[in-house]
């Protein structure tokens, strides 16, 4: 259960997120809007990189903002981001363990295995070993997840992992998506442009236009609401 | 590749007269001091100006411990290592919020502040009180090990190659993978939990730790030091030189050295002008900055590779 109460965030006079109150509960919720809404920007508050000048975001009756950034990966906060950053320099699995390496997992052996569970469900245990400069775009995304799965994560935050991706990659990354909260037992936000995606994966979904909420509810009802195809939809058919 | 080492180091020494001995012991301890501006620059991406200047920390405390002690050289150069290493930190502490240009020129003030002090006390040479100057110098002895000039230059080459060992453990462990994190975006290194403060003050100490080795065995192999062989400018060429000779591999520091030290010692001995070394850095520089940014290590470590693979393909 996530409460984000009234957060208010402008950069000078840009307000990219105006007074934003949702609870959201569902395994996995959506965020969607055109561009410039304010997605990345309310991850952004979540991760700590940005500060809310008002408001509060409790997760799991924990205040998230009270939290330095890297204490909040700590407690369970795991994000993607836009463009991804698998390090191109170390190993595929090395890449992972970077992230377990500041968690508080104890011992050697239950890291190891975090590691492989975490390859093995994105489907790249083959290529532990590879380098990040080896991998191709649909692999450093699975990269990237795989880092967001391991030490106990409570809330994956996701922005637009399809991007870039082919259609048949797409299925495969839902299917993952779709896994993470049984797996990993972790709650999941996603942002992404594809309609489908979102309509496939995210049982709730908020809809975002200009920092404000336009709308949050069921997936299928949010997708069929008149405002949300005129702000969102309607941009994206005249794209 | 460890065993081909431990042979050259055990039959170059033999071959070199009394010049070129002296030569390749300087040079192989700013190999060294190289090896932690490299740690900075290929595993943080950050600019250390004050390298040279840490050496001379290094050694200031192991003169200052040997003349107040009488410890073994290790014991004194370890201390040196150790008091260098925070003093690394310290001038690295403004890096957990500038980069760039700016930590260059903090570094540099750094480095002009240690210049400007030790101008003004010269380094310890046995006399009474905290600076410890006397007016006539008593020399600080050669390690056991070292005695001859010959086996101090094994016994730099031994500490460089620890050196460089202790070195690759920090990047194949936590901390290269957390450089490795904060160099790709500190977003992504905070989102993965990294304290990126901490590491990054650890790569500062360890730069400082392995430059305070470097200026210990300065003061070992030569008894006294001197403040002329510490100006900021001398840390600034010591940076622009393991640009130039690749800061991303072993072979590119040990180039760095022999550029540093050996480059104005050849041209000397073949009757040119010394200085001129000075016109084929700046070549070499524009050359690395331009063209090459894994320096001439890459270079060669490229065109080897090139070669092994037309040999495969044949
Ligand atoms: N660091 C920043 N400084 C100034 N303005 C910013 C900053 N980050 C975002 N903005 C502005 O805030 C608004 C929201 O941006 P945000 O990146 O959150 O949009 P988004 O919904 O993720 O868009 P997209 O779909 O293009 O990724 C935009 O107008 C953007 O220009
Ligand atoms: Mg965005």
């Not at chain 1, 959201?24 to 410039?36: F, M, Q, S, T």
């Not at chain 1, 204490?71 to 994000?79: D, F, T, Y």
């Not at chain 1, 698998?86 to 052996?109: G, H, I, K």
């Not at chain 2, 202790?166 to 975006?185: D, H």
Request: aromatic letters at 8%.
């Amino acid at each position: 259960m996530i409460e984000i109460r009234d957060v208010s965030v402008s950069f000078g006079g840009v307000r990219a997120l105006t007074n934003l109150t949702v609870n959201l509960a569902d395994p996995v919720v959506g965020i969607i809007g055109p561009n410039g809404a304010g997605k990345t920007t309310l991850l952004n508050v979540f991760s700590g990189f940005v500060t809310p000048g008002w408001g509060s975001i409790c997760a799991f009756d924990t205040d998230l903002l009270a939290m330095r950034p890297h204490q909040r990966a700590r407690w369970g906060l795991r994000r993607s981001f836009q463009t991804e950053q698998v390090v191109d320099d170390l190993s595929v699995a090395d890449n992972v363990r970077a992230m377990l390496d500041s968690l508080p997992v104890t011992s050697r052996s239950e890291r190891e295995r975090q590691i492989e569970k975490a390859l093995t469900y994105v489907h790249l245990e083959g290529k532990a070993d590879e380098l990040g400069s080896a991998l191709n775009t649909y692999e450093r995304r699975m990269v990237e997840l795989a880092k967001t799965l391991v030490g106990s994560p409570k809330i994956v935050l996701l922005d637009e992992p399809g991007a870039g991706l082919r259609d048949e990659e797409v299925d495969a990354l839902r299917q993952t998506i779709l896994g993470i909260n049984e797996q990993f037992g972790a709650m999941t936000l996603l942002i992404d442009h594809d309609v489908e995606m979102i309509a496939a994966t995210c049982i709730s979904t908020v809809v975002l236009d200009f920092g404000e909420l336009l709308a949050f509810g069921p997936t299928a009802e949010i997708l069929k609401d008149d405002r949300v195809k005129a702000a969102y939809l309607g941009i994206e058919e005249a794209e | 590749m460890l065993l081909s080492v431990a042979a050259l180091i055990l039959i170059v020494p033999s071959l070199l007269d009394a010049l070129y001995l002296r030569v390749f012991i300087s040079s192989v301890i700013f190999t060294i001091a190289a090896t932690g501006t490299a740690v900075l620059y290929a595993r943080l991406g950050l600019v250390s100006l004050a390298q040279v200047a840490l050496v001379g920390v290094g050694g200031w405390v192991t003169l200052r411990m040997w003349h107040a002690t009488g410890l073994p050289f290790e014991v004194n150069m370890l201390a040196g290592a150790i008091i260098s290493g925070v003093v690394g930190m310290l001038i690295g502490l403004p890096a957990l919020r500038m980069r760039g240009l700016f930590l260059a020129l903090i570094t540099l003030m750094g480095a002009a502040g240690f210049q400007i002090l030790v101008t003004g006390t010269q380094f310890p040479n046995g006399g009474d009180g905290v600076l410890g100057i006397a007016v006539t110098s008593i020399f600080m002895p050669r390690p056991l090990l070292g005695e001859s000039d010959e086996a101090m230059l094994r016994y730099v080459c031994v500490v460089a190659v620890l050196c460089f060992l202790l070195v690759e453990f920090n990047r194949r462990t936590r901390p290269g993978r957390a450089w490795a994190l904060i160099r790709k975006s500190e977003a992504c290194a905070m989102a993965s939990g990294v304290n990126v403060a901490f590491y990054k003050a650890w790569g500062f100490a360890l730069a400082g730790f392995i430059a305070g080795i470097a200026g210990a065995l300065l003061a070992g192999t030569l008894g006294v030091l001197d403040a002329t062989t510490f100006p900021a400018s001398e840390s600034i060429l010591l940076f622009a030189l393991t640009v130039v000779g690749g800061a991303y591999h072993w072979l590119g520091l040990v180039l760095t050295g022999l550029l540093f030290r050996a480059a104005p010692a050849v041209l000397n001995d073949i009757g040119v002008n010394g200085h001129l070394a000075y016109v084929i850095f700046g070549a070499g520089l524009l050359h690395a900055l331009i063209t090459a940014p894994t320096g001439i290590a890459g270079q060669i470590l490229d065109g080897l590779t090139q070669l092994a693979k037309r040999r495969a393909g044949r």
